[in-house]
């Protein structure tokens, strides 16, 4: 099991989480001065430098019940609150996103473009959270772009072995 799994692990579906996010608030109409809060609210939460420097430290992967609890803590960081039933919904979403594109991704280094296209999206929505953004972007860089293939092989088997046992239908559209 890669020990450099759970960075990835969680940056994608944090991104995956925003993108729900601000459709969902954008589908209930909810004023774009409360919208851009929620979202910087959880975006800071999200890639805080101290908890980024925690999560990219070498670690084995979460279970799907751990990395559960740290998405409900992010999504409660602001004003916003879901319920356990819109929680998850949202966590589904979430995970069947981040599956889809892992699944997709026919080449070992497609993992890193999906997170580094990920990131640069989040910074187009929530453009005042781009210092933070930048340098999550760069630690993803420094920390894949060296990896040997062997490397890469064992840090895509290990998501996948993540996502093995969760399938749940999700219409996207």
Do not use: W
């Amino acid at each position: 099991m890669s020990q450099l799994a759970m960075p990835l692990l969680v940056v994608n579906l944090g991104c995956e989480m925003t993108y729900i996010l601000e459709q969902r608030l954008k589908a209930q109409n909810i004023p774009a001065d409360k919208a851009c809060k929620v979202l910087n609210d959880v975006i800071r939460t999200m890639f805080d430098p101290g908890y980024v420097d925690k999560l990219f430290a070498p670690q084995d992967m979460y279970t799907v019940s751990q990395t559960r609890k740290i998405f409900d803590r992010l999504a409660h960081s602001s004003i916003m609150r879901l319920s356990e039933s819109s929680m998850d919904k949202l966590f589904d979403l979430m995970m069947m996103g981040f599956k889809y594109q892992l699944l997709c991704s026919t080449k070992l280094e497609q993992m890193m473009e999906v997170t580094l296209l990920h990131i640069a999206t989040v910074r187009s929505i929530v453009e005042s959270s781009a210092p933070l953004l930048g340098a999550v972007e760069a630690l993803v860089a420094r920390t894949y772009s060296g990896m040997a293939m062997g490397q890469l092989h064992l840090l895509r088997q290990s998501l996948l072995r993540f996502f093995q046992d969760k399938r749940v239908k999700v219409s996207l559209f």
